[in-house]
């Protein structure tokens, strides 16, 4: 992935009702090299508009599902352009064309995951500002026949101080006209981030307002003419398909239309949601077998664990650094720690749904969801129609909750066959029933981990053996053996320079259904090695923190939110009937660090979380109140996967069925959470799911400090705790 842009020559489009800065921003990996891009006929990028009334719509790409990048990245540009913020109007882009508007994180592509929107739009919207703001200058500049070094910018205003003369970007709107290229803007262009006027300061979330008043559209509320409502029996495992189909109940169902087989399940067409939903659950499907169809994780788990303890089995290693192996066997002392997570459920807020309408030459069709990954619907339809992408119309909503689960399509593709199968449109909604019979989780994960230690006590190798099934090969359909950073993240440890080290990926196949969730590996990953690290400081003797902040020598990022989230937590202070626990992690350059204060009732095993301190240095803050805020909104995601949520598989089927026996946190849960932003002058790096990974070391930490017990695996169910505590 090419994470830098580079504007190309093309001319704007302009006329008397407003003027349009068309600028291509696509990464050097599309040419070759700089010169390639400057002389290359690019389609324009149309960014954003300029009306003579003063407003300014600038396109943000990226989907919103709660984390506000729908304001934060107009706001990036708006910087550059030196707008005023009141006159701006974010829009969703005109089309979905990658070579416009795609993320240079993903390969010029429409992805929303991984906290990568602003890390990937943050220099060409910055660039594109620049851009816009010069051809501004440079149209007065002309019009007034006054040099250009003697104008400047306040909000939406040019100003030319020698003569006292202003005109608003609107004034210069309503007579701009094109040039016949573009200016080159560099880097030197760009304004230092001392005179950021818009970024780092709190800019209100456009959205909020809407959702607020429920106004804000998400694919649950769509409404297409002619539409029917469909419901879908759902394989329990993947590969499932439907062998026998006994329907004769469900169609009895009054408004029942129809029943369609699909590839892996089974669909009711009627004109209620009630009737579709009643008439699928009436279904009798005989199922052809699968390897999921015999997935039992409890005895997995168990076979996973042991897998990581036999080192005669090789993994793939993820990063190495050094001679981990070498340098363990010559280590004054090792030590050995083991750890294990469980499958868990996104549980986003909106169930899984689609609305679909087909051509009736089955060539074109119409699509209204809402997706973190525009691409991959538009492609996968694409495929699924044997059809081009030209022939299909996107409409992108809110998204009800994301966390990974709305880059998956099969409700998608399954409006689409069924709309094809009855000529006319066809809204899908799963059951909050389905969405958890039928989801795609966050791999169990058993982790066995080494530490070797110098006579000094330093720490100079670190092996950690993840043992999990592959999220990429179940999303990729690519079973092949390779590399797989969703399920990796967070284990090389980076906060911590150690100069031997090796983490490997173990990888196992039982048959479920996975997909990246909040925070991906570094939700399993950081709580087994932030684990692992208190354990040696207990045995060393040495305060949880101080030995961090050791380890850390070299990393200076982590050290500066080490000692902010123990002043914050008042580390050093005694408290009487709790106790305090702290755990790091890194996620793609950005630093977190949090402290959790906790107690236990030991009758019920019950575990309370007081508080919660934490540090983020995601780089440079584009918007500090909503990155701590999505810090504490993690925090808070992260609470359920810590004290109870669990998904157990026994013979293909999910054994849990709604929120009743999947329990995510509640209202009572909530800790006060305080969280610290450090603004640094690194690229911004995203913040959307950091405050998750330190949770859980932090409270299994606090735990062992509280009751001298050490829990080793997710979650700190009450029933583990009770049996932890010998209650």
């Known amino acids: 992935m090419n994470q830098h842009a580079s504007l190309s020559r093309r001319d704007f489009l302009g006329n008397a009702a407003g003027l349009t800065l068309a600028l291509t921003i696509l990464p050097e990996a599309f040419a070759g090299t700089n010169e390639a891009i400057a002389d290359a006929p690019l389609s324009p990028n149309a960014w954003l508009t300029i009306m003579p009334d003063g407003t300014i719509t600038i396109a943000s790409p990226a989907a919103e599902m709660g984390q506000g990048t729908f304001t934060t990245l107009p706001v990036i540009l708006a910087e550059e352009l030196d707008a005023d913020w009141s006159k701006v109007k974010p829009v969703l882009p005109p089309n979905w064309d990658e070579k416009k508007y795609g993320n240079p994180e993903y390969n010029m592509t429409f992805q929303t995951s991984a906290s990568a929107s602003v890390r990937g739009y943050f220099k060409p919207m910055r660039m594109a500002g620049a851009q816009a703001r010069r051809v501004l200058l440079d149209a007065v500049a002309a019009k007034w026949n006054v040099p250009l070094a003697e104008l400047a910018t306040e909000p939406s205003v040019v100003v030319h101080k020698a003569s006292e003369r202003r005109i608003s970007y609107g004034e210069i709107a309503a007579f701009a006209r094109a040039p016949a290229a573009l200016p080159k803007i560099e880097d030197k262009d760009l304004k230092d981030p001392a005179s950021f006027r818009l970024i780092g300061t709190h800019v209100a979330r456009v959205e909020v ?341 050791e380890m850390a020598e070299g990393a200076p990022r982590m050290q500066t939110l080490l000692r902010a989230v123990a002043e914050m937590s008042d580390w050093k202070r005694k408290r009487d009937g709790t106790a305090l626990g702290v755990a790091t992690m890194v996620k793609d350059d950005t630093n977190a660090a949090g402290v959790a204060e906790v107690s236990i009732d030991r009758s019920t095993g019950k575990i309370k979380v007081h508080n919660v301190w934490c540090a983020i240095d995601a780089g440079i803050a584009v918007q500090p109140r909503n990155l701590a805020a999505q810090t504490e909104g993690s925090i808070i995601y992260g609470l359920g996967h810590v004290l109870r949520e669990k998904i157990v598989i026994k013979g293909g089927r999910v054994l849990q069925t709604n929120y009743t026996d999947y329990e995510v946190a509640r209202m009572s849960d909530v800790p006060n959470i305080e969280v610290k932003v450090v603004s640094t002058n690194n690229p911004p790096s995203g913040g959307g799911e950091d405050g998750l990974p330190v949770l859980a070391g932090a409270v299994g930490n606090a735990i062992a400090a509280l009751t001298g017990v050490r829990l080793h695996e997710l979650p700190f169910a009450p029933d583990r705790v009770r049996g932890a505590l010998g209650a």
């Open 209 to 549: 307002p809407l959702k607020v008043m429920g106004a804000a559209k998400y694919g649950m509320d769509v409404q297409v003419p002619g539409m029917v409502y469909a419901a879908v029996l759902q394989s329990p495992y993947p590969g499932g398909a439907p062998v026998m189909v006994d329907d004769k109940a469900a169609r009895q169902v009054p408004g029942i239309a129809d029943v369609v087989r699909l590839p892996e399940g089974v669909g009711v067409i009627g004109d209620t949601v009630e009737g579709t939903q009643a008439a699928k659950n009436l279904l009798k499907v005989t199922w052809s077998d699968a390897p999921g169809a015999h997935h039992d994780s409890e005895r997995a788990l168990e076979e996973f664990a042991a897998i990581g303890r036999d080192k005669s089995r090789a993994g793939i290693a993820y990063t190495k650094d050094g001679d981990a192996k070498g340098k363990m066997a010559s280590a004054a002392k090792v030590y050995r720690g083991e750890y294990r997570t469980r499958y868990v459920y996104h549980a986003q807020m909106e169930p899984m749904n689609a609305t679909a309408a087909v051509s009736p030459d089955g060539k074109a069709a119409e699509i209204w969801t809402g997706t973190q990954a525009a691409t991959g619907l538009l492609n996968a339809v694409a495929h699924l129609l044997e059809t081009d992408r030209s022939k299909l119309t996107l409409h992108q909503h809110f998204l009800g909750g994301g966390y990974g689960r709305r880059g998956h399509h099969e409700t998608v593709l399954d409006a689409v066959r069924l709309a094809n199968a009855v000529g006319k449109p066809v809204k899908l909604i799963w059951s909050r029933e389905d969405d958890v019979a039928f989801g795609k989780f966050r791999p169990m994960t058993a982790h066995y981990i080494e530490a070797g230690l110098d006579a000094e006590g330093k720490v100079i190798a670190w092996h950690h053996r993840v043992v999990a099934e592959s999220v990429v090969a179940y999303t990729s359909g690519d079973a092949t053996p390779r590399q797989d950073r969703i399920v990796m993240k967070g284990s090389p440890i980076p906060q911590y320079p150690i100069a031997n080290k090796l983490a490997e990926h173990v990888i196992e196949s039982r048959g479920a259904r996975l997909s990246p969730w909040r925070g991906v590996g570094n939700g399993h990953n950081a709580f087994a090695a932030e684990s692992f690290i208190d354990e040696i400081a207990k045995d060393q003797g040495k305060d949880p923190i101080a030995l961090r902040l």
